[in-house]
């Protein structure tokens, strides 16, 4: 069983910045970040593969940096600029198998989440 613990969210202003840490306890092929708000659909924010060739949500991109540390399994989320609509519990989640990294495909593991709070 894999398990994902998600640290650095909190508070901040708009045009803030907040960096977001996972810390997995298994290496996986497949890393992302996602997010939700209450009583909307769960939403891919950026994942990375083993190549760490990075992907993003359109409304992420060119904020938002994914990167990842393989020797101590451990997920990064740097997000810079950031917006009342960037609101929302971020999770991590990771999945084992060797295919697309992309946000459509299922992530077997999850972490617990943590809050992300942009106030204008």
């Known amino acids: 069983q894999v398990q994902l613990v998600e640290s650095g969210g909190g508070s901040v202003q708009a045009g803030g910045s907040l960096t977001l840490s996972c810390t997995i306890s298994l290496y996986t092929y497949c890393l992302a970040w996602f997010r939700q708000v209450p009583g909307k659909e769960r939403e891919g924010v950026a994942s990375?593969?083993?190549?760490?060739?990075?992907t993003y949500a359109d409304s992420v991109k060119g904020r938002f940096s994914i990167s990842r540390d393989i020797a101590k399994n451990t997920l990064y989320l740097q997000m810079n600029s950031l917006k009342p609509a960037d609101t929302a519990v971020y999770y991590c989640a990771a999945d084992g198998r060797i295919r697309s990294c992309a946000f459509g495909n299922e992530y077997k593991y999850w972490g617990q989440g943590t809050q992300v709070t942009v106030s204008s």
């Open positions: 990375i593969g083993h190549d760490r060739n990075p």
